[in-house]
């Protein structure tokens, strides 16, 4: 029987032009390049400019993204667009984005998992695709957690970074054949808001109307992150019956190296098969899929065909997983 999959019809990405190395970040606090070359991987960020906001992250990437398509933005019709680090309260950035795009039909709202926001997006996008209830969509993930980072403390400034990424979703009618489908094969989300107080923001509009900083505890946060990150991913092995032998890519969330490697390493994904960008981008929360899939895709590694494993976990705790045929 056939089935309607979201199939990638393209990507795009944005990273604004200043470019924080460590050894600027030791400068300012105190901490070393060392210090977060070997703890995290990170070696450098970039950071959006005065006056250079999600939504305008947001859009360059969508427009990369639209390009990469070929396709005409005016036959989008729903953009899903995850942040934590919206322009405004409200209206949503999506809208925005919307409006930078030239597009004023269906729909357009932002979505709140942090770090796991892509993957969030990607799934709810994937949901309204295949009920038949939009055609085309527009998936981005876009932060400025810069604006958002307590720069006086060590233990997560030197973490993060802005950007922004996209892919283009339509919905096609494929065989039904999990194996060989292209598209977004499955999805698994999860949350546990026992976790709430080891990463989040200490301000918001109904509590302290301030917009307040991130605070995290790095260690604790750490000691989760593994078991979540694979138990989410056994979930898209066991409803698709694929390996870890059959993934080509794994697109991990960039959020630390160590993390990275301990959940290719427990899954058995060979390392050649890891795309990393924690190096150049740090975290950019719900944008560092999206942008380490458009560097895997401009190289030339991610090819048609390709079985790619999306897995991100964030505030919330939140955490999912994708599995997708490129
Ligand atoms: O994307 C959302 C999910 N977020 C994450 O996945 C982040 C998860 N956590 C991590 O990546 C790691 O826990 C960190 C990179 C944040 C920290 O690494 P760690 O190995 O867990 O270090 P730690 O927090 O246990 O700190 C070790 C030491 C401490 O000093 P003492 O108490 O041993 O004297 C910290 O004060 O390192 C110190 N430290 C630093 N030193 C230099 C903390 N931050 C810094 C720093 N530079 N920037």
């Known amino acids: 029987m056939t089935a309607i ?35 995290t991987g990170i070696r450098q960020r970039h950071i959006a400019a005065d006056g250079e906001f999600t939504s305008h992250l947001g859009i360059a990437a969508a427009k990369a993204a639209l390009a990469d398509a070929g396709i005409d933005a005016q036959s989008i019709d729903l953009i899903v667009l995850a942040t934590s680090t919206p322009d405004n309260t409200f209206p949503a950035t999506a809208v925005a984005v919307q409006n930078g795009l030239g597009i004023n039909h269906g729909a357009a709202f932002d979505l709140q998992a942090v770090c796991s926001g892509f993957v969030f997006a990607l799934a709810t996008a994937d949901n309204f695709l295949r009920s038949g209830a939009f055609k085309r969509a527009l998936v981005i993930g876009a932060e400025t957690f810069s604006r958002i980072l307590d720069w006086n403390d060590r233990g997560t400034c030197v973490l993060f970074g802005d950007g922004a990424g996209a892919v283009v979703l339509e919905a096609q009618e494929q065989p039904g054949n999990v194996a060989s489908d292209r598209g977004v094969l499955t999805t698994h989300l999860r949350s546990d808001g026992r976790h709430q107080s080891k990463l989040y923001v ?69 390392p050649q098969k890891v795309v990393l960008t924690v190096d150049r981008h740090g975290n950019t929360s719900a944008a560092s899929i999206p942008l380490a899939l458009c560097v895997a895709v401009r190289d030339g590694r991610v090819k048609k065909g390709d079985l790619v494993l999306f897995e991100a976990m964030g505030g919330g705790f939140t955490w999912g997983s994708a599995l997708v045929r490129w």
């Open 5 to 39: 999959r979201s199939v990638v019809l393209g990507c795009g990405s944005y990273l604004p032009q200043k470019v924080l190395t460590n050894a600027e970040l030791a400068a300012r606090v105190d901490t070393s390049d060392e210090w977060i070359t070997q703890r």
């Open 202 to 270: 200490d301000g918001g509009p109904s509590s302290t109307q301030t917009v307040g900083h991130l605070r995290m505890e790095g260690r604790e946060v750490f000691k989760h992150a593994v078991g979540m990150i694979t138990d989410v991913i056994v979930d898209a092995f066991n409803a698709t019956g694929a390996t870890a032998d059959a993934i080509d890519w794994f697109i991990p969330h960039q959020a630390n190296k160590r993390i990275i490697d301990a959940s290719a390493h427990k899954l058995h994904i060979a």
